[in-house]
């Protein structure tokens, strides 16, 4: 075939420098050929490109190491799947294979987990906004709902009321704990008494009984010593609850907010470098319960965590449909996925892989999706060799956020396989069509074209 004529350019060559933690990774764009055994080109020649490539092994092995990070130091954990982080069946039913609950933050999600088999008492109800009925059926089913304000509150003295029953609660905490900017928009503050002041109305008004406490201090925590504040505040503030009014506390929920294993844009530090192992905070957070429990007590501990465990356990591959320079001379490449799939493109440097050797000279390049919008961009300053239309490039990792928040906006959304310990491969979400997306569409008669 012949190539293309392209301008010649001037670009300095950088490659092979090392800066103090070896050398840069952009430098070194990994080959990647096949998933979990899979040839990546088999996967796109039997469904198509964009490709969402979810490993049955990695979210195992990451559930499970996560899950034993705290199961051996701490003899009552439990674990609550954040359904927003990926709530695809396939993944939920995964998870609650390995025993976790389900974490749910809307009237959408808990019908999800009901649908999916969970029961009520297996999970964990969060979220601002709980309407009366969907709030009223949780308690009916026996969901651990963890309280956002003062006026669900009211709503779960009325439902206990309805019911002619008391019902066990938990209030959700924010707090100080040295993250900023420090989320204060999500249950009772802590430190300014709103929530001792939520307690004493429950007491007041007799029908709720508080039975544990939650946090979520926020997401992609990097600090660990962030959660053992937080552990040390709920804990402290458990107690004066229990000896002041007689209530029990029957679990700590920590929320979730570990992060994956990815560089954040405007970071500097590699992810080796700047993310703190698992191990790390399950040290810290459960020495920070032995400090301030009190001998013999082991209340349940919940943890939520989403990201840390869905992330690296999916992959999206994507095909570039054409290249082009912009006025700068700067190489760009369009690819076949954009932020209406990746909506995680917005904070992360994604790793990115090439599914064939290439010959050239990297150069500092742009990968844009296919919308018509400017902030379409999932990579604005990667090093590339020139790749030729049809290349594949594989985005990792891709697995919370963006099967929740993609978006429908003038493409359809892609098949999503999962690839099994077996090396079978299912389809787990068949790619969108027109009669999918018409199908809530109603054209009143008046405005029927001839
Ligand atoms: C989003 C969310 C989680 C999961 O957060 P990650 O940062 O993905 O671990 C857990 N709990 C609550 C209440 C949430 O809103």
Redesign the pocket.
């Given at each position: 075939m012949k190539k293309k004529y392209e301008k010649p350019v001037i670009t300095r060559i950088e490659t092979g420098f090392m800066n103090k933690f070896g050398s840069s990774p952009y430098y070194s764009r990994r080959i990647r050929k096949e998933i979990d055994g899979v040839p990546v080109e088999e996967l796109v020649e039997k469904y198509g490109s964009p490709l969402f490539v979810i490993s049955e092994r990695r979210l195992r092995e990451n559930y499970r190491r996560i899950y034993n990070a705290f199961a051996t130091r701490y003899p009552n954990v439990q674990f609550g799947w954040?359904y927003?982080?990926n709530y695809l069946k396939t993944v939920c039913a995964i998870l609650h294979q390995e025993g976790a609950w389900a974490?749910v933050?809307s009237g959408f999600e808990y019908e999800k987990a009901r649908n999916l088999g969970i029961p009520g008492d297996k999970i964990i109800f969060?979220?601002p906004y709980k309407t009366y009925d969907v709030l009223k059926r949780a308690v009916e089913e026996g969901a651990h709902i963890?309280i956002d304000h003062m006026d669900e509150l009211v709503d779960l003295e009325k439902i206990a009321e309805e019911l002619g029953r008391t019902i066990k609660v938990a209030i959700r905490l924010n707090m100080d704990t040295g993250i900023y900017p420090h989320w204060d928009r999500?249950g009772f503050n802590l430190e300014s008494g709103q929530a001792h002041d939520a307690v004493k109305r429950m007491v007041w008004g007799g029908k709720l009984k508080l039975a544990g406490l939650?946090a979520?201090i926020?997401?992609?925590i990097l600090e660990p010593d962030a959660y053992a504040r937080a552990v040390e505040k709920m804990v402290q503030f458990g107690y004066e609850m229990e000896d002041t009014y007689g209530f029990k506390m029957e679990y700590i929920d920590i929320?979730?907010?570990?992060p994956s294993h990815i560089k954040l844009k405007g970071t500097y530090l590699p992810p080796d470098v700047a993310i703190p192992s698992i191990e790390e905070y399950a040290e810290k957070i459960t020495s920070a319960l032995y400090r301030n429990l009190r001998p013999g007590d082991f209340p349940k501990l919940i943890l939520?965590?989403?990201?840390?465990i869905v992330d690296e356990a999916e992959f999206l591959i994507t095909t570039v449909i054409a290249s082009k320079r912009l006025a700068d001379g700067k190489k760009a490449y369009i690819v076949d996925a954009g932020v209406n799939l990746l909506f995680t493109a917005f904070w992360y440097k994604f790793n990115v892989e090439i599914d064939r050797e290439v010959k050239g000279m990297n150069e500092l390049s742009a990968i844009y999706g296919p919308l018509c919008m400017n902030i379409d961009i999932l990579d604005d300053g990667i090093m590339l060799p020139p790749l030729e239309r049809g290349t594949r490039l594989i985005f990792f990792p891709v697995g919370?956020?963006n099967n929740t928040q993609w978006m429908q906006f003038i493409e359809y959304r892609p098949n999503v396989v999962i690839v099994t310990e077996e090396g079978e491969v299912h389809l787990v979400r068949e790619k969108e069509d027109l009669a999918y997306i018409e199908e809530k569409e109603r054209l009143p008669e008046k405005f029927k074209l001839e």
């Open positions: 954040s927003k982080t974490e933050v969060n979220g963890n999500f939650h979520h926020g997401t992609f929320g979730g907010g570990f939520e965590s989403g990201r840390a919370a956020y």
